[in-house]
């Protein structure tokens, strides 16, 4: 029998579900008009070939931090920020510090200008010859998820890209994975938190999202609970595994970079790495196949893995 991951939830009243399909609604003119979207998915694509700007010796490293998200009790914004800055205080490199801002604004930056520090990020293809990259610092499974009741983990794969309507991040490395393994029906969000809305309102079949992410609005949802039942959400398909990365924009030196991958390996050898995760309530088990991953250096350097599919 196939083992699900499945996140049990039950729906607010018919009318907070209204509200919810009024925000998907109001959202859809920024979908319209690209440029107004903010689109803060860890995998925006560089559109450029080249970072256009020679490197001045700044480094800017861009806070994954988002106050709307902070308030809610999230805990990984703030730890990769307290890694990164860490990172580079005692690797002994000056960077400047600057707030959280729409994940497509920072992409742009880092397509003009070198030395942008942006994490945490999808390694992937498109963009592996425009950073250098520091890391792994976490690693994450693509799944799909979907109503338990529709039965879509009984589905294969290359059946569910043919037929099923997926609610993804606009401009994020889901979007343009699922675009290349020839999605049909793939329906974008300028904001992440409205997939779940979507899937309650019947707009979308499956949302790709990250697991933390999408327990994190349906909390949201059963804090407003008013004991109506609907069917458990399961993860109906692991797709892929893909490692993240600090991704540093443009041609900056190579010893910068190396000093910094050093000092990494040097908080995962001296326990650095798992005490800031216990400081922001993350996992600790040091028996878990996360921090086993995390904590092997061979590991260094791997990108993502095709689990449905051929690897690439």
């Known amino acids: 029998m196939k083992k ?6 039950r729906s607010p009243h018919r009318r907070l579900a209204t509200r919810f399909y009024l925000l998907f609604l109001l959202a859809c003119i920024p979908i319209l008009f690209p440029t107004a979207s903010f689109a803060d998915d860890v995998a925006g694509t560089v559109q450029s070939d080249a970072v256009s700007a020679e490197f001045d010796g700044r480094y800017i490293i861009h806070l994954s931090e988002n106050p709307r998200v902070r308030s809610s009790d999230r805990p990984e914004p703030g730890y990769f920020d307290s890694l990164a800055i860490e990172l580079f205080t005692q690797a002994g490199i000056y960077a400047e510090i600057v707030p959280q801002m729409p994940w497509k604004r920072q992409m742009e930056l880092a397509e003009r200008e070198a030395g942008h520090v942006i994490y945490p990020t999808t390694r992937s293809d498109d963009r592996e010859d425009k950073f250098k990259w520091v890391g792994p610092v976490s690693r994450t499974i693509w799944n799909l998820y979907g109503f338990e009741n529709r039965n879509w983990s009984d589905t294969g794969f290359e059946d569910i890209l ?3 309507r997926i609610g993804t991040l606009m401009g994020s490395a889901r979007e343009a994975y699922l675009r290349e393994r020839g999605a049909k029906q793939i329906v974008i969000v300028p904001r992440e938190e409205l997939l779940l809305p979507m899937l309650l309102a019947d707009r979308i079949d499956l949302i790709a999202i990250g697991g933390n992410v999408l327990r994190h609005y349906i909390d949201e949802i059963e804090q407003k609970d008013t004991g109506a039942n609907v069917p458990k959400i399961d993860g109906a398909v692991s ?3 893909c490692y993240l990365y600090i991704a540093v924009s443009g041609d900056v030196p190579d010893e910068d970079i190396l000093r910094l991958q050093g000092q990494l390996d040097a908080f995962k050898r001296n326990g650095f790495f798992v005490k800031n995760r216990q400081t922001h309530g993350l996992s600790t088990n040091l028996d878990g196949s996360f921090l086993k991953a995390m904590l092997d250096l061979s590991n260094n350097g791997v990108r993502c893995i ?5 690897d690439d």
């Not at 699900?4 to 939830?9: A, G, Q």
């Not at 095709?306 to 051929?310: E, F, I, N, Q, R």
């Open 4 to 9: 699900r991951n499945c996140l049990k939830f």
């Open 162 to 164: 043919e037929s099923a």
């Open 239 to 241: 797709y892929r595994s």
């Open 306 to 310: 095709d689990l449905a599919g051929s």
